[in-house]
Each structure stands twice: as C-alpha cells, then as structure tokens.
C-alpha cells in the first residue's frame, strides 16, 4: 500500500510540474509578446528555435541592410582589394565556370571577341549589366574604376599579348 501511495504521488507531482513549467515559461517578464505567443510552446516560439541560425544574402541586397551592424563598411573592403581579390570574390563563380553564358578567363577566343568591343564598352556593360551579367557583377561597393581594373585584370588573364 506504502510503494501505490508513493508512485501516485509522484504521478501527481509529475503532472503538478508539466503543468507548472508551462505557466512557468508563459509568466516570465516577456512583455514583448501576446499572451498566446509567450509560452515556449508557441508557434511564435517553435518557430524562432527553428529558424535558421545564419540568413545568406546577395550583397547590395535590402533584405541585407542592417544585418551586418558590426562589420566594417564594405567600401573599405573594396579599396583594400587589388583587381584580382575583387575578381576571385565577385566575378569567378561565373567568369571561372562559364556559368550562364558568361565568357570564361582564360578563354582566350572569347575574350578576343568580346575585347574587339574595346575596353571602354566592356567596361561600361561590366557595370551597367549586359543580359545575364549582373551590374557591377554585383560588387556593389566597387567603384567603375575598381571594375575597369578587374576587366583588365580577366583580360590579361585571357588574352596573351
Ligand atoms: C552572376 C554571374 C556573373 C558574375 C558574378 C559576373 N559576371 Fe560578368 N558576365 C556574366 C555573363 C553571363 C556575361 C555574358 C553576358 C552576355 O554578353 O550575354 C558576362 C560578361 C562580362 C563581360 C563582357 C561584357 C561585354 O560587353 O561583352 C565583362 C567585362 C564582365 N562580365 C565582367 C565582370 C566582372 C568584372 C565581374 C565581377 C566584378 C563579373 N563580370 C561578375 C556573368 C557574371
């Protein structure tokens, strides 16, 4: 009779402190919540736990802005990269692959071709787009002269003189 007394205690205490934690969790200083949202067994709380840890962002991007309140301006960056840094951090993943149509470095016919434009109109697609190539192939903090070196740079890389 001694050991059902104490097992049904503990069921009772059991139950006594599921429910307690959950008033626990829904009475704390949270006032930045509603009621219903405040308990960590809300939607509004299940969901925050599952969010990702980290949100990847194209740069120049609004859903960006602000999200790095940390780091250094990025025009800071940019004036401390020379053509090639700028070159292997924006434009490679579609100049090295060819992705998208883009002409490859090192490609020498297809930079031939597109050379015979002169660099000026290179230049000037580079940063205003052409097609699928982004403006500023989305190095937004490169200024034209940043774009104009890293041209140079694809060209010589491509073309032997
Ligand atoms: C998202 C992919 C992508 C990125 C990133 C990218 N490019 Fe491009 N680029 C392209 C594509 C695609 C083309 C071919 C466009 C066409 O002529 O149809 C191209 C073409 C070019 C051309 C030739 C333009 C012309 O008039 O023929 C230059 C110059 C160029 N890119 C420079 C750059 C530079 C410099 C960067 C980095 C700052 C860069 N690109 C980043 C995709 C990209």
């Known amino acids: 009779m001694q050991v059902y007394r104490a097992s ?10 599921l429910f307690s934690l959950n008033s626990f969790a829904t009475s704390g200083k949270d006032n930045t919540h509603t009621l ?3 308990s960590i067994f809300s939607e509004r709380a299940i969901n925050e736990r599952l969010a990702p840890s980290a949100k990847v962002c194209m740069e ?3 859903a960006c802005q602000g999200a790095s309140t940390s780091t250094p301006a990025p025009t800071q960056i940019a004036a401390a990269q ?3 840094q700028i070159y292997q951090t924006k434009c490679m993943a579609c100049h090295a692959t060819g992705a998208a149509g883009a002409p490859k470095v090192g490609d020498e016919a297809a930079w031939k071709a597109r050379a ?5 109109t290179l230049v000037k697609n580079a940063i205003s787009g052409v097609n ?3 403006p ?3 190095c937004m903090d490169c200024s034209d002269a940043d774009i104009k070196a890293v041209v140079e740079y ?3 890389q491509s073309v032997k003189k």
Do not use: V
């Open 36 to 38: 219903g949202e405040r």
């Open 116 to 120: 015979e434009k002169g660099i000026d």
């Open 136 to 138: 500023k192939g989305m």
């Open 8 to 17: 049904f205690l503990a069921i009772i205490l059991a139950a006594t402190s």
């Open 82 to 84: 020379t053509p090639e």
């Open 60 to 62: 120049g991007d609004s």
């Open 154 to 156: 694809m060209i010589s």
């Open 132 to 134: 699928a190539m982004p």
